[in-house]
């Protein structure tokens, strides 16, 4: 008989979130995400992206899931959802515009055309619009340095961006209300 | 083949650059309005050329060459027909007012030295007939009748430089792999440009992915590796994209797989995205990540070349290295040696990014100068305001003054002057730039992007920026003295002290910023203490 008494094994009740069930969408982009790259190695970045493409972000009850099946502990798939920028926690705006401000970009006057986007959308960098309809970010470099300012509109590429221009890409979003229409 | 006298086959970028400027648009509008005037136009979507200020670039194939109207809008499209822009009759004297003649003489292109980016912009980015038309392949059959060590050898006989920014000779990496014994190697490319004012990798994988699959296969034949991978970051969607169906395609004509051309060698590869992270240009940050894991900087050693990529000997080189092997083993190791200069030999895609008229990609031996890159093809700031600084070699590089554009552009000569070529990009700002901005940027995306393993670099970064926001408060009485000697010495702590590039190097544009611009940063020494 063991004399010592374990009080950490009578009172140990499972962490909450452990236990937490995902609702069904978030269950079948997970399964859907896992079934895709089984077998794959170092598959936690591409899993988390599918999950993403699917629902937008990577809800906290798609964690235990995605942990369990690739033998993770849950705090690695958080540490790694929250190390790198691309991943959400939470849900973006309809529209997500990604303002470039490496320093090509700032050669152009970019942090003048942030200030306009700020201005004109009513939200500051890192934020979503009250009614959702928009996230603007910052992001550091598209590649598309000799065509500065840049920014990414719903994942398709902007360059020579003026604050008209902005305008205009902005209005065809508002007036067409669907993604992947930019106008140029 | 019959030749339809009617059809015209025009050139339309399909470089993530030129859509960005609205080349869809225009490729759609000439397809609307040839339709509209009963014309047969065949539209090709190749790379860009790296005029980048001219995109969207249309060009008309006619019998004496390519003749290019750039930059076009949709709106043009009409009155472009009108004028009998697109025509091949060779009695046709363009007159359109964006017609900039026959692409080929244009000067900025006809004074390239273009090796690794010879096709890009010609061919259709997706034809494997095209590519193998222009050369593509040459230097995988040969390898393939060498032995490892004989492609080692030439790739070292080069004198290829890993053209991501460390400049490390890629044959004396490749070496290393070839000697480590193991069951599984590796090759990995590191296409994680995340450095400002660099585009040559994506314009590279947008406008001839075959030369770096190619390159990638050349390496895994040679030092015995039978898988690849290709580490994108998620900002370069239409690469991935491209990427993809390239590697689909070589994959299908059997240039990959478990018999490369039949040689009985096995060789395959796949593109993995990135999520953001620029440390993960970092290779061994990469590897990291490749493993599914939180970018976190390895300790060296060892170096990835002997415990790399899950544990096993791992090639791990930047696109334009990789880009740059097929030349290599086609043409042999002199030809590619014989351009450049001192140790740096070959050519490099340098970038004109930022203020600039002229922005795009210059592919030059080594050698030439900033003075060269910003005026002749440059042509000055776009804003018309005389350039003030430079920033050479992406975030980490040094701010170039005006003093010093004329030293060459070499590896060693640029850390001579504490400065680094990197990557071949070129960042120009005139007038208007405030440096001391510049100098609290650089250490406000060093402590963004830190992956945080190392000290000097997680909490130096952050100081950094609260040294420089004291300094630019109280500039306008002269210059703080006492935060100023402060600022010198975090440098000096995060050069000496950081486990990679990112907090070793941050000091760079720091340092040259207040060494070179004093004046930014208050005028007269103010106080001592």
């Known amino acids: 008989m063991n004399p010592i008494k374990n009080e950490f094994a009578l009172t140990f009740v499972p962490n909450r979130r452990a236990q937490i069930r995902p609702a069904p969408g978030v269950q079948a982009a997970v399964d859907g995400a896992l079934a895709r790259y089984h077998g794959v190695r170092g ?111 719903n994942g398709e590429l902007v360059g020579r961006i003026t604050p008209d221009r902005f305008d205009d890409v902005v209005s065809g979003l508002y007036a067409l209300g669907h993604h992947n229409e930019v106008a140029a | 083949m019959s030749q339809n006298t009617n059809e015209l086959v025009v050139y339309v970028p399909c470089d993530s650059a030129a859509i960005s400027v609205g080349a869809n648009k225009v490729a759609t509008a000439i397809a609307i309005e040839a339709s509209k005037r009963g014309r047969h136009v065949r539209i090709i979507r190749n790379g860009s050329r790296g005029m980048l200020w001219l995109e969207p670039l249309v060009e008309v194939a006619t019998p004496s060459g390519r003749i290019g109207y750039g930059p076009v809008t949709p709106a043009d499209i009409g009155p472009m027909f009108d004028s009998g822009a697109f025509s091949n009759d060779p009695e046709h004297e363009p007159t359109d007012v964006l017609c900039i003649g026959l692409v080929d003489e244009h000067p900025y292109l006809k004074n390239q030295e273009r090796l690794t980016f010879a096709r890009v912009g010609i061919t259709d980015p997706l034809s494997l007939d095209d590519y193998i038309a222009h050369d593509g392949y040459k230097g995988l059959h040969n390898s393939l009748s060498l032995s490892g060590t004989d492609i080692v050898t030439q790739v070292t006989d080069s004198g290829l430089r890993g053209r991501g920014g460390a400049a490390f000779p890629t044959g004396i990496k490749w070496k290393t792999v070839l000697n480590t014994p193991s069951a599984q190697k590796y090759i990995v490319c590191n296409a994680d440009e995340g450095d400002s004012g660099t585009f040559a990798d994506r314009m590279i994988m947008e406008g001839d992915p075959f030369v770096l699959i190619e390159g990638m296969t050349i390496a895994g034949i040679a030092v015995g590796a039978t898988y690849g991978y290709l580490y994108v970051r998620s900002e370069y969607p239409y690469a991935i994209r491209t990427l993809n169906a390239a590697i689909s395609m070589a994959r299908q004509h059997g240039y990959l797989g478990n018999n490369v051309l039949g040689s009985g060698k096995a060789f395959d590869l796949e593109v993995r995205v990135g999520a953001g992270a620029y440390i993960c240009g970092e290779e061994t940050s990469l590897l990291e990540s490749l493993e599914g894991k939180r970018g976190v900087v390895r300790a060296k050693p060892p170096l990835p070349a002997i415990q790399g990529l899950f544990g096993q000997p791992t090639v791990i080189n930047n696109v334009i290295s990789l880009a740059s092997v097929p030349i290599i083993m086609d043409k042999g190791a002199a030809y590619y040696r014989d351009y450049g200069m001192g140790r740096s030999r070959g050519t490099l895609p340098f970038q004109l990014a930022g203020n600039l008229k002229q922005g795009g990609l210059v592919e030059r031996a080594f050698g030439l100068t900033l003075r060269d890159l910003l005026y002749t093809y440059g042509g000055g700031s776009a804003s018309g305001k005389p350039i ?142």
């Open chain 1, 43 to 153: 598959a936690l970045l591409p899993v988390l992206h599918a999950v993403q493409e699917q629902l937008g972000y990577v809800p906290e009850d798609a964690v235990n899931v995605i942990a369990k099946a690739l033998n993770l502990s849950r705090a690695e798939v958080h540490g790694v959802i929250t190390f790198y920028h691309d991943f959400r926690e939470q849900p973006a705006g309809k529209h997500v515009i990604k303002m470039c401000r490496a320093e090509a970009c700032q050669a152009m006057g970019a942090e003048h055309l942030i200030a306009h986007a700020e201005r004109v959308l009513g939200v500051k960098l890192g934020e979503t619009s009250a009614d959702g309809s928009v996230t603007l970010e910052a992001i550091y470099c598209l590649g598309n340095c000799a065509c500065s300012p840049a920014a990414l509109v």
């Open chain 2, 388 to 529: 003030r600084a430079v920033q050479v070699g992406g975030p980490l590089g040094a701010y170039i003054p005006e003093s010093q554009f004329d030293v060459p552009l070499d590896y060693e000569a640029y850390i001579g002057i504490n400065a680094m070529v990197g990557h071949g990009g070129l960042v120009a700002f005139d007038d208007s730039v405030d440096m001391a901005h510049m100098a609290r940027y650089a250490m406000e995306f060093c402590a963004i992007e830190s992956c945080g393993k190392c000290t000097p670099c997680r909490i130096g970064s952050t100081r950094g920026v609260e040294v420089l926001d004291k300094i630019i408060a109280a500039r306008a009485d002269g210059q703080d003295a006492a935060q100023v000697k402060l600022l010198r010495d975090l440098c000096d702590t995060m050069l000496a002290g950081s486990l990679c590039a990112l907090g070793g190097m941050v000091p760079y544009p720091v340092m040259s910023a207040i060494n070179h611009f004093p004046e930014d940063f208050g005028s007269a020494v103010r106080r001592a203490a």
